[in-house]
């Protein structure tokens, strides 16, 4: 899990600890030194802690304009025992949505498993940017991780499943992954259930 590294190509165009408004501002990272670990495993020290003990995340763009952010994960979400979403909904997500961030793309290639509790944090992250036209959207997820935050009934505030597996979001600049998104949001509101 050393290796893996959180995607590094639009470092050109948004680096977190450099956002004045990112809850990562001014942090500094080593290359060299692995401090973090899940379940034992080191991960690479670029990933950022959010008190979770096996999750960790990166917020590799914000666009405060277009009010979208982008977010990739590692590791297990566990709301069940940690309640990761409590770690991750007030201390990054309320304070993205206090600079006007409604609309939410989580990577989750590197979410190993999920273990639900209940859905009271996703309910009100979902109350909190409803009326602005936001959204949360699962990119990239494992299908047994989906299917158990189906289980949690989790899909009825969270996008995912296999329209939102299929885009290849490295071969694009952030504004374009954010249109490719917006279109799958449309075309989901315009067809039946």
Same mark, same amino acid.
């Given at each position: 899990?050393?290796s893996i590294e959180p995607y590094f190509l639009w470092?050109?165009?948004? !680096?977190?600890?450099?956002? $004045?408004?990112?809850? @990562?501002?001014?942090?500094?990272?080593?290359?060299?030194? @692995?401090?973090?670990?899940?379940?034992? /495993?080191?991960?690479?020290?670029?990933?950022?802690? !959010? #008190?979770?003990?096996?999750?960790?995340? $990166?917020?590799?763009?914000?666009? *405060?304009? +277009? %009010?979208?952010?982008?977010?990739?994960? !590692? #590791?297990?979400?566990?709301?069940? !025992? #940690?309640?990761?979403?409590?770690?991750?909904?007030?201390?990054?997500?309320? &304070?993205?949505? +206090?600079?006007?961030?409604?609309? @939410?793309?989580?990577? #989750?290639?590197?979410?190993?498993?999920?273990? %639900?509790?209940?859905?009271?944090?996703?309910?009100?992250?979902?109350?909190?940017?409803?009326?602005? =036209?936001?959204?949360?959207?699962?990119?990239? /997820?494992?299908?047994?991780?989906?299917?158990?935050?189906?289980?949690?009934?989790?899909?009825? *505030?969270? =996008?995912?499943?296999?329209? /939102?597996?299929?885009?290849?979001?490295?071969?694009?600049?952030?504004?374009?992954?954010?249109?490719? &998104?917006? %279109?799958?949001?449309?075309?989901?509101?315009?067809?039946?259930?």
């Open positions: 899990m050393h470092r050109d165009d948004y !680096i977190a600890e450099n956002d $004045k408004k990112s809850p @990562f501002y001014e942090r500094t990272y080593s290359e060299f030194e @692995f401090t973090n670990t899940i379940y034992n /495993f080191y991960i690479h020290p670029q990933w950022d802690d !959010i #008190g979770s003990p096996t999750l960790y995340i $990166k917020i590799i763009y914000a666009d *405060y304009d +277009k %009010g979208f952010a982008v977010i990739e994960l !590692i #590791g297990e979400w566990n709301d069940a !025992i #940690g309640n990761d979403i409590m770690y991750l909904k007030r201390d990054i997500i309320d &304070v993205l949505i +206090k600079h006007d961030i409604y609309k @939410f793309i989580l990577i #989750g290639e590197n979410v190993l498993n999920f273990h %639900g509790s209940d859905d009271c944090y996703y309910e009100e992250w979902y109350d909190d940017i409803k009326d602005n =036209n936001g959204y949360i959207v699962l990119l990239n /997820f494992r299908d047994h991780v989906i299917k158990e935050m189906e289980r949690t009934r989790l899909h009825y *505030y969270l =996008n995912m499943g296999e329209r /939102f597996n299929e885009i290849d979001w490295r071969i694009v600049k952030p504004f374009h992954m954010h249109k490719l &998104v917006e %279109g799958l949001m449309m075309k989901s509101l315009g067809s039946p259930s």
